[in-house]
């Protein structure tokens, strides 16, 4: 009777020690997909940033040399990316092909200017900044006219923004459930052997003692979860880098790394807080109080 007994103990806590992993393993899974997804953005969004361009058109009597010296100290600027010199017999060839016509017959002159397009760093492609470098360019005696979409600017900016906020509340959301979710397993799992940690506590165990095993325990848990959490998403990417290559998500080692890592951060931490208060409140009950 005692052995049968034993085997339902036995088998009722590997009961309990799988739901807390698949329960942690599923939570996990979503925190890294969403974790991938906030990551990525940012890259998407900086991607499409540093496609804007600012054209600083050249007065007419500027110098091949000045040309070439403006060039070299615009490029040495923190705030850019990349500097393209377009002479106007280019940006003429260019305007023809976009027109269908050639211009130049019935004008008998070319009235475009030499100009150097300036692809600005993603943290500088903003309303207020690209004032402050139009502003900046203007003042310089070389330079005729700056130009740039501000409207497209402006709306890059405000939707980047956007995005922005509501992924992060959707973070915050997900992250409260994985919070409630795990802490919900754990205490599920704690609560089982209550009686456990009160008799050990009656033969004179300090809560010190009494806590560590299961603390130590509830975070090799999380941890296996965290390592499934981490399979499942390797699968994941795998097939969503396979039909989709442009997102460049199984290349990106820095984003995997990361998303991994806080997976097993968020592993380790929420189990050993959960593991904590649950093992604290059932020592601070009276015996009688733990049949309730």
């Known amino acids: 009777m005692t052995t049968s007994f034993d085997s339902f103990q036995k088998r009722r806590l590997q ?16 925190i890294g997909v969403l974790g991938l997804v906030l990551l990525k953005s940012t890259k998407v969004a900086n991607h499409f ?11 007419d009597e500027v110098t091949n040399e000045s040309v070439k010296k ?10 850019v990316n990349k500097v393209i010199y377009i002479p106007k017999e280019e940006a003429a060839k260019e305007y023809k092909k976009d027109l269908g016509e050639d211009f130049l017959q019935f004008l008998g002159d070319n009235p475009l200017k030499n100009g150097i397009d300036i692809y600005l760093k993603a943290d500088y492609v903003t309303p207020e900044k690209m004032t402050e470098l139009e502003e900046a360019f203007e003042k310089n005696k070389f330079i005729a006219e700056v ?3 501000k409207p497209l600017v402006q709306l890059l900016t405000k939707n980047i923004q956007r995005i922005s906020f509501w992924l ?6 997900f992250g409260l459930v994985a919070i409630i979710l795990i802490n919900s397993s754990i205490r599920l799992s704690i609560y089982s052997k209550r009686f456990n940690i009160k008799t050990m506590q009656m033969v004179g165990a300090t809560k010190s ?7 130590w325990q509830s975070i ?24 989709i290559p442009t997102l460049e998500l199984f290349t990106d080692y820095v984003a995997l790394g990361y998303v991994a890592g806080g997976i097993i951060l968020i592993a380790f931490f929420i189990t050993w807080i959960s593991t904590f208060f649950a093992t604290q409140r059932f020592l601070n009950l009276q015996t009688n109080d733990l049949y309730y």
């Open 147 to 149: 130009n740039y979409d």
């Open 15 to 30: 009961s309990s020690y799988i739901s807390v992993v698949v329960s942690i393993a599923l939570v996990l899974f979503m």
């Open 49 to 59: 940033k540093e496609k804007v361009v600012m054209t600083l058109f050249l007065k």
């Open 209 to 215: 003692f009494i806590r560590k095993p299961f603390i």
């Open 220 to 243: 090799r848990l999380g941890l296996l979860g965290a390592f499934i959490a981490i399979s499942g998403l390797t699968v994941l990417i795998y097939y969503v880098d396979k039909y």
């Open 70 to 79: 403006l060039k070299e100290s615009i490029q040495k600027e923190t705030f």
């Open 168 to 173: 992060l509340v959707l973070s915050g959301f």
